[in-house]
């Protein structure tokens, strides 16, 4: 007579009898994760930015975004935030454009490109010909935040806490410098890669930005505005050559 055995686990048919061995998984502990740099991550995913900064604090949509552009005002050492739809100035900061030495370059521009914790690299001008290049942190000529504007060698760019003071008045060499909280809250909720940044000369424009925006109600941003972003940003971005 045939007995029909079915086998559960590791099963073994002795003297018509059954014995079964229960199954028992092992598993090996999973091994703990490398901590790897943010910079690294950028490389290895070629992860942009732009997403990065988004992980870490709110940013507007490209499409809120594409309502602004940014009007420079040489003149008064400002940066206006201008709603294309009415033309009105609906944000202003404090900045430092070129001095009459090295005065800021152009007419029109688009940004190019949003570089946060960035290198700065000398450029080859004698006013930097002892300088070397420096890291990303709190002594970076650059802050930690850079907008590319494509042309002229030219950036939007946040400075070190010692020049804050020259914000307002002509301090750069052909930049447009901003403190390190502002140039986030205006990346943040206005500007990013496509903006256009028109550059103003002309007192009497000048003068009517200036009467529009206080009639508005509206102040010029603290330079300590958007400080407590600073912190975030650098982490989640680490150095960017």
Known sequence: MLTQIR????????????????????????????????????????????????????????????????????????????????????????????????????????????????????PASAWAKKSKPTPPGPENPMGVMKLNLGKYTQYIHGIPKHEEPQLGRHASHGCLRMSNGNIVNLYQNYVGAGTVVELNRDKAFSKAMDSKFAASGRTVHLISDGSENVAKVAGACGPNQ
């Open 7 to 122: 086998p559960t686990g590791d099963s073994t048919a002795t003297a018509g009898r059954l014995t079964t061995t229960p199954l028992i998984a092992t598993q090996t502990a999973p091994k703990p994760l490398k901590k790897v740099a943010p910079e690294q991550n950028r490389k290895r995913w070629n992860v942009p930015d732009e997403a990065l900064i988004a992980t870490v604090i709110p940013v507007a949509s490209k499409e809120e975004k594409a309502k602004y552009k940014v009007v420079a005002d040489l003149v008064k050492s400002r940066i206006y935030v201008v709603d294309k739809a009415t033309n009105e100035p609906i944000d202003a900061y404090l900045t430092s454009p070129g001095t009459d030495k090295f005065p800021t370059q152009g007419e029109r521009f688009k940004i190019a490109k949003v570089m946060p914790m960035a290198w700065w690299n000398p």
